[in-house]
């Protein structure tokens, strides 16, 4: 059931693991994803979470099938790789949207992709979908949660960037400040998610003394591609770990620390309780109130 009672599509799945894939297959099904290695830097608010912490995603090799259809799991989403582009399943409308497209020209757009934690409990992966929730005043000034549609962003500039295997990619700005290159991704979000490489699905929830995301570094079977200069590493107190001697050909998740935010509604206002401190939506410290 989704909002406001309203029933949502329920879908029925044949997710199949366990497929062995030769070396060679897993590069002709996965051309860009496999071998991908990122190390991603996460910044907060020092008053708030204490200190930024990093995060350090190696290349993934399990692979799932879904419907028939070989995908490579991520961060708990399903990808695959067909046309240039990179797709990722939705569980919502049993279909792929598309993450990347590594051919969009100038004025082409993209859409934007959001996560439904509301309308799918029966689900354990994440519900990819092209709508958000936003609180809306009713007739009677009451907040309710309504879909709203994402949109898209469009391309605004198509440059090229030589990356530090000597090849030329492509690199892609869009309207919305969001920049991505060829076969690596997005280099820096606002998503907290696992990893920005999943840049364009925006969460439901972001912490208050969140900031952002940069992309420090990324390899592609053993090979360093991309390295954010000396300078900004040391101004934000990032290091590359990508290539990391000893680091395993499978997926090492180091996750920041788990941060409990609650939302309440009261009198009909937006409040979020994080720590023992209560938030208005702007993030703005409420003092001496009672939800009781």
């Not at 907060?44 to 993934?60: L, Q, R, V």
């Not at 936003?134 to 440059?159: A, C, W």
């Not at 940069?214 to 990508?242: D, T």
Request: charged share 25%; aromatic share 12%; net charge negative.
């Amino acid at each position: 059931w989704g909002i406001n009672g309203q029933a949502d599509k329920v879908v029925s799945l044949d997710v199949t693991a366990g497929k062995m894939f030769s070396q060679n297959e897993i590069s002709e099904l996965f051309p860009t994803l496999a071998g991908l290695e990122r190390t991603i830097f996460i910044s907060y608010w020092e008053d708030c979470c204490g200190k930024s912490e990093s995060i350090h995603i190696t290349s993934p090799i399990e692979i799932d099938t879904i419907n028939g259809k070989p995908y490579l799991f991520r961060d708990g989403f399903f990808l695959r790789e067909e046309n240039n582009q990179v797709l990722i399943y939705s569980f919502a409308y049993d279909k792929d949207f598309v993450l990347y497209d590594w051919s969009l020209e100038i004025g082409d757009t993209l859409p934007l992709l959001a996560l439904d934690p509301y309308s799918f409990p029966d689900i354990e992966y994440p519900v990819v979908v092209d709508y958000k929730f936003e609180y809306i005043e009713d007739e009677n000034d009451n907040l309710i949660l309504q879909k709203v549609p994402m949109g898209n962003i469009t391309v605004r500039e198509v440059s090229a960037i030589t990356l530090l295997d000597g090849k030329e990619y492509k690199k892609w700005s869009f309207n919305s400040n969001v920049e991505y290159i060829e076969g690596i991704g997005c280099l820096n979000g606002l998503t907290f998610l696992a990893d920005c490489y999943l840049d364009l699905i925006q969460p439901e929830d972001i912490p208050i003394c969140y900031q952002g995301e940069h992309l420090v570094c990324a390899s592609r079977n053993g090979q360093l591609l991309y390295q954010m200069s000396e300078s900004e590493m040391e101004n934000l107190g990032a290091k590359c770990k990508c290539l990391n001697e000893g680091v395993p050909n499978d997926i090492e998740i180091i996750t920041a620390p788990t941060i409990e935010i609650q939302k309440v509604i009261h009198n009909g206002q937006l409040y979020i309780v994080h720590e023992g401190k209560t938030y208005n939506i702007m993030g703005i410290e409420i003092k001496n109130l009672n939800f009781e």
